[in-house]
Every structure is written in structure tokens, then in C-alpha cells.
């Protein structure tokens, strides 16, 4: 089964909040420092192209370095220099294991020759045998004794030949998840301990919006420093007042020997740097965990955030040429309150997360567009995060101190005087942050519907400009539709009347041609003027066509409904429906090439034989009951063999695992699963079925028949 993934081309461009419009910042500086260290800057193709052809060399290169018949090579990185040169990054592994300490890196001339190499160890890669002694579970059983902080958490053994500073022997690397999330490394044979270190750092951070909070934090020279490296050592940095321009001039990193940060107080410097920290945290999570999305490229890539730059800045904006976000500390108008309020980060990282994709270009009405999404994703983060210092709404920077009490309504654009909320055909000669109150107020309405509420705290008028009244999809289900016309439609010249079709062309990929969903989509965007609604379905729901050879003719799909089953709180848990109800990158398909447990759909995860991660989740009300369970049923079947977990399936709750499968449990039929979930009884929750696959031989995971009650 193949995957397609399409990646846009970033450019550079600077987006900016919304109150003061921001400066021009071309690619020359970082052009020239690139060229001034040799290195040439790969588009995200580019360097998946140069990642594939390491990867095709890597058997001959294995060969000419005189590796064991059981050593692989595996790309990782690859840095291209302006003359050709390339330095290619790879892990290795012995035996299908992972080689811990193994890594190397190939330097090649510009015509291919191998010219020098750098190897993490010298030692010949080789042990007796990869049939452990000890079992796994002696291993998981002694890691958690040997730190106080982690005897409460679940320890994860994975079998890998550690060669770090010493000749190569059998070992359990066991992750503890719990406390400091340890890292302890065991002699597979004796059992002896051979490594022992934090996987991060867990430390408390007490921010002016966000309150006290967890953050991860990094080991650094008098203590720790605000580098995440569990989300690709993405970092805050102070400005010290520096030039919005320049803001790395005058920049110092962050350091702290408790691991304490900030007292919620302006005075203290790291108050704000820690609300910037946990508000970059959580996008990055919202993405992840919500569209499978890995950072803002997509590629694992953490970026730099400054805070205290300029003097009275009342600015906070993403720049893609340097890769980074740069936050003021307000201005009088505001009461000097800095922009680091949790919608405002969301809103600024989502900035590089369109110019990686649809890259809207920054006039006219893409360029309301633009903000748009910005504040959708903003606002999407903001609900996400939960936080019980900054109630989720539907307005921007509510907690900013300015004169109208917010940014921007979404609810209400044209309450500051200056947005639209209603399309015209001068829209594109307005200013792009006032332009942008047309698609939030579209998003709303999908979201919400039509009508007064009180969210957040807040008041929220639900008006259109065509008088109708209609109920919304949610907003898990609007922001799915437009991550997907953003991620896989809109181009950089995408207008508002190209959105709505956009819109209703993922509508359908995820609900169906004739759902309900995608009438109310044409519905909101009827409401704010841009175009009229579509007929209205005489179901809930239509099986979204397929497009997978050999399956059953399409012309004329079955209709079935969305509402759950009675005494099943899961919607379409048997993927009658498709995709609907269900969020994330999996597919749910009636493909012969496997077979559902019953009907005609089923969800299938990962079996591609390569690098990847799948997942599908759904929201859902666990019943007020004794014992509310999740029962599914699951067919593992693999190409891999032995007992070591190479590609797991992992169920979620809220994003806590709670259970794991992997290739070693692989069967040749569907088998019911359950989970007790009384924990969670009368609760809103995110069940998640999450994938991950390694580089070598394929594992299916197919899902069907999930029920909740």
C-alpha cells in the first residue's frame, strides 16, 4: 500500500500579528551565512531526494567500509555543500537492532568518491548473539528501582547492541515514562548496568499567562536551558531588547541550576521566556498529535523563539528566512503586556506552517487568508492546551491588556471597528489582519453555528450576513477540513471564493461527498458572503468514493448515517462511513488487498515498509457507567520476525498510552481487544490509535468494529 505525501517549497516572508504591520525581511543575511560556511540550502524535496540517495548507496557503502554481513546502514541526515560535497549522516544497525553508538558520517567528493568518514565507535560491530539471557522483563522490572522519581512509571525495554565507549555487547536500553523520563541501559547477558541518563527534563515553569506549568528542558553548562529536545531542540532565547530586525544580535540563551523558571512576575526575565516555551510546546503537540504533523516543516525541525526584543514593541511575528519568532513586550497602549499569550504563539508558529505548505501569499485576499489560518490554528491550540490561566475562546489575545479587550473576534470581526465579516469585492485592498475576519468568522460559524454562547467566559455572538440560522460541525471536525485545503488544495494565490472550494473538496475527502458536513461547510461560507450553500443531503453521511482498484462499483454509494449505534458513544465505529467522525492520517478504506473484520471499510495503519507514522483518533464522551470499555478488533499481520518490536501500535487516552501492540503480537485473524476506561467516566476525551514504523519490512495494523459503552 503506498503512501503519497506532498511538501511545498517554504520561501521567506514575515507574517506579523496584527497591530503594528511588520518590517520586510529578505534571505540575503541568511543566504550569506550559508555561504560563508559552505553549506547549500536544501528545499524540504531537495532534501528528502538527497536522504533517498543516501539510502540507495547505503548498501555499497556498507560494503566499501568492510561492515558485517548483518550491519545496515540507515540514512538519517545529509548536508550538501555549494561545490557538492555531501556528508551523509547514518545510524546503523546489527542484526535488524540498533546500533547504540554506532552512527557515522560519509563524506563524498562532488563526483561520488568516498573521501573521508567519522565514526562514533572504531570497534568492530559484532556480538555472539542476539537471543538475550535476561529476560525483558527483569530488565523493565530493575530499571524503575533505580530512581525514586520513576518507580511510578511504565518501563519500556528495547533489545539494541550498545557499543558507546566500549566493545559492542547485547543490551536493554529501558525507557522509564515517568518523572524524568530515564534512560537506563543494562547488560542483556548479566544484567549489569552500563548507562544511565535522562531522556529529558522535566522542569516547572511559572509563566504570566500560562501559570505554573511542566516544561522539558536540556542539561547545559550551570544547569539546564530552555532546549526541547524531544521537540527537535526547538528553543527561547532572550532578545535582551535587541532589534526586531536583528534579533539574534544582542540574543543570550536561557540558564537555570534548580530547574525552576520564571515567578510569574514581569520583573523576572524568564516569566515570559517560559510562557513562549510552553505555548511552542503545545503547537507543536496540537500538530503532532493532531495531523501527524512533525514541526512546522514537517521534518523534525525545532526553531528559535526570542522574547524581549526591541523597546515598547507591541509586535510578535514568524520569519521564515531565519527560521524563527520574535516577541515584544507590549507598548504603553497595552500596558506593556507581552505577546506571549498561548493563541498568539499558536498563531505565529502556524505562519511557518503555511508557508511550508500552501505558502498563501502575504496581499490581498490570500493574504487575509493567511492571517486566517493563523488565527485558527491559534485558537485551535489555545482549546487544546487547556489551560486553566487562559480559558480557550474564539477571541485573539483576550489577555493582552489592549484598548478593545482583544486582537480580533472571531465570532464578531467587525467589533473592532475595522474587520470584515462579510466578503465584498474591494476585500483584497484591505488590510490583511482586517481581511482575516471573513474566513475566522466562516471558521466560527462551522465551528459553533449560529446563535449567542458564553465560551471561555466570553460572550459570543454566532450572526451571519445573510440571516441564517444552522448548527455548526465542531470545531475538531472545521479545523480538520481546513488543515486539509491548507495542507493539500490552496495554493499562495488561493482567494476566499478558491478556500470555499477548497474547503468543500476536503470536506469530502474526510466526510463524504453528500455528508452533512460539507453542506454546512457551503453553509458558513454562505453566511459570510462568499458563495451560496449547497442542496442539503437527504442523509447524514455518504461513503466517500474509492478510488482503489478492483473495489466494488462507486457510481451510486450506499448512504449510511453517522450517529452512533445505541449503547456505542464511538461514531462510525465500524467505518461504514468512511473517515467520518475520525481525524488523522490513517486510511479507511474497502480495499481488497485486505479484508475488514465486517461491512465493507476498515482503517488500515502503516504497512508501507518504510519510515512512517499513522494514527486515527476520534473525541468522544466516555458513559457516566460502572465500567465504561473500548473494545476493538485488531489484525496484525507482518513481515518481520523474532520477538523485538519494531513497529508498534500504540491506543491513547488524552495522549497518555495505555496500551501497545508491535509486530510480535501479529496473528492471521481480527482479534477483540479491550480497555477499561472507568478512569475517565463522564469525560470529554481524544482516543488515539497511533502508528509508527521503521525503515525495514512491512507491519499492517488494521482496525474495525470499535465500540464504547
Not at 511538501?7 to 543575511?29: D, E, S
Not at 533517498?52 to 548498501?59: I, K, P, T
Not at 499567562?209 to 527561547?236: C, E, K, P
Amino acid at each position: 500500500m503506498s503512501r503519497k505525501r506532498v511538501v511545498a517549497v517554504a520561501t521567506a516572508a514575515v507574517t506579523v500579528l496584527g497591530v503594528v504591520i511588520g518590517v520586510t525581511v529578505t534571505q540575503a543575511g541568511a543566504a550569506q551565512e550559508q555561504s560563508a560556511r559552505g553549506a547549500r540550502a536544501l528545499t524540504p524535496q531537495q532534501r528528502s531526494a538527497e536522504l533517498d540517495r543516501a539510502s540507495g548507496e547505503a548498501a555499497a557503502t556498507a560494503q566499501a567500509l568492510g561492515l558485517g554481513g548483518k550491519e545496515k546502514l540507515v540514512a538519517k541526515d545529509v548536508v550538501v555543500d555549494q561545490d557538492g560535497t555531501r556528508h551523509v549522516r547514518y545510524d546503523r544497525t546489527f542484526d535488524k537492532l540498533p546500533v547504540v553508538g554506532g552512527d557515522l558520517v560519509v563524506h563524498r567528493a562532488a563526483d561520488g568518491r568516498i573521501a573521508t568518514i567519522d565514526k562514533a565507535t572504531t570497534e568492530r560491530i559484532d556480538v555472539p548473539s542476539v537471543t538475550p539471557k535476561i529476560a525483558a522483563v527483569s530488565a523493565a522490572a530493575a530499571a524503575p528501582a533505580l530512581t525514586e522519581e520513576n518507580k511510578t512509571g511504565a518501563a519500556k525495554p528495547e533489545l539494541v547492541v550498545y557499543a558507546v565507549n566500549r566493545k559492542p555487547v547485547l543490551a536493554y536500553r529501558t525507557t522509564v515514562e515517568g518523572g524524568g523520563a530515564e534512560v537506563v541501559v543494562t547488560d542483556a547477558s548479566t544484567g549489569g548496568l552500563l548507562d544511565r541518563y535522562e531522556k529529558r527534563h522535566r522542569a516547572t515553569g511559572n509563566g504570566y499567562h500560562v501559570g505554573t506549568v511542566d516544561i522539558s528542558t536540556s542539561s547545559a553548562s550551570g544547569g539546564y536551558t530552555l532546549t526541547d529536545t524531544t521537540r527537535g531542540n526547538t528553543r527561547v532565547l532572550d532578545g535582551n531588547g535587541g532589534s526586531e530586525n536583528s534579533p539574534s544580535a544582542r540574543a543570550t540563551a536561557y540558564t537555570d541550576a534548580d530547574n525552576v523558571w520564571g515567578n510569574g512576575q514581569l520583573s523576572n526575565r524568564q516569566t515570559i521566556a517560559v510562557d513562549a516555551y510552553y505555548g511552542l510546546a503545545k503547537t507543536w503537540d496540537f500538530y503532532k498529535n493532531t495531523y501527524g504533523r512533525n514541526g512546522i516543516r514537517n521534518n523534525g525541525q525545532g526553531h528559535t523563539m526570542y522574547v524581549h526584543i526591541g523597546s515598547g514593541l507591541l509586535n510578535a511575528f514568524y520569519d521564515d528566512s531565519c527560521f524563527c519568532m520574535v516577541f515584544g513586550d507590549g507598548s504603553s497602549t497595552n500596558q506593556n503586556t507581552p505577546l506571549t499569550q498561548i493563541d498568539v504563539v499558536g498563531h505565529e508558529m502556524t505562519h511557518g506552517v503555511t508557508a511550508a505548505t500552501a505558502n498563501l501569499n502575504y496581499s490581498g485576499e490570500s493574504g487575509g487568508l493567511n492571517e486566517s489560518a493563523s488565527d485558527i490554528f491559534g485558537t485551535m491550540v489555545e482549546f487544546s492546551a487547556n489551560n486553566a490561566s487562559d480559558p480557550a475562546d474564539y477571541y485573539i489575545g483576550e489577555k493582552l491588556r489592549m484598548p478593545s479587550g482583544y486582537f480580533r473576534r472571531m465570532d464578531n470581526p467587525a467589533a473592532d471597528g475595522n474587520s470584515l465579516g462579510c466578503w465584498r469585492s474591494t476585500a483584497g485592498q484591505v488590510d490583511v489582519h482586517y481581511s482575516s475576519g471573513i474566513g475566522n468568522r466562516w471558521f466560527y460559524l462551522a465551528s459553533e453555528g449560529t446563535g449567542s454562547k458564553t465560551i471561555g467566559g466570553l460572550s459570543h455572538t454566532g450572526g451571519t450576513c445573510n440571516s441564517t440560522t444552522f448548527a455548526g460541525i465542531g470545531r475538531d471536525k472545521a479545523a480538520a477540513v481546513f488543515y486539509r485545503a491548507l495542507s493539500t488544495y490552496m495554493t499562495s494565490t488561493t482567494n476566499y471564493a478558491g478556500a470555499r472550494t477548497a474547503t468543500l473538496q476536503a470536506a469530502a475527502d474526510l466526510y463524504g461527498t453528500g455528508s452533512q458536513e460539507r453542506y454546512l461547510v457551503s453553509v458558513a461560507w454562505a453566511a459570510v458572503s462568499v458563495g451560496t450553500a449547497l442542496p442539503p443531503p437527504t442523509t447524514s453521511t455518504t461513503r466517500p468514493t474509492s478510488t482503489t482498484s478492483g473495489n466494488p462499483t462507486t457510481s451510486n454509494p450506499p448512504t449510511t448515517t453517522t450517529n452512533p449505534p445505541s449503547g456505542n458513544a464511538i461514531t462510525n465505529g465500524g467505518f461504514e462511513s468512511g473517515q467520518s467522525g475520525w481525524s488523522e492520517s490513517a486510511v479507511v478504506t474497502n480495499s481488497t488487498q485486505q479484508a475488514p473484520r465486517s461491512g465493507s471499510y476498515y482503517a488500515w495503519l502503516l504497512g508501507n515498509g518504510a519510515t512512517a507514522s499513522e494514527a486515527i483518533s476520534q473525541r468522544v464522551t466516555v458513559p457516566n457507567t460502572a465500567a465504561p470499555t473500548l473494545r476493538y478488533w485488531l489484525k496484525i499481520t507482518t513481515a518481520e520476525t523474532g520477538s523485538t518490536a519494531y513497529d508498534v501500535l500504540r491506543v491513547q487516552v488524552n495522549g497518555t498510552t495505555r496500551v501497545t501492540y508491535s509486530n510480535a503480537n501479529a496473528g492471521t485473524s481480527y482479534v477483540q481487544r479491550s480497555l477499561d476506561l472507568s478512569a475517565y467516566r463522564g469525560q470529554t476525551v481524544t482516543l488515539r490509535f497511533s502508528g509508527v514504523e521503521d525503515a525495514y519490512l512491512a507491519t499492517n495494523f488494521l482496525l474495525d468494529d470499535v465500540s464504547l459503552g
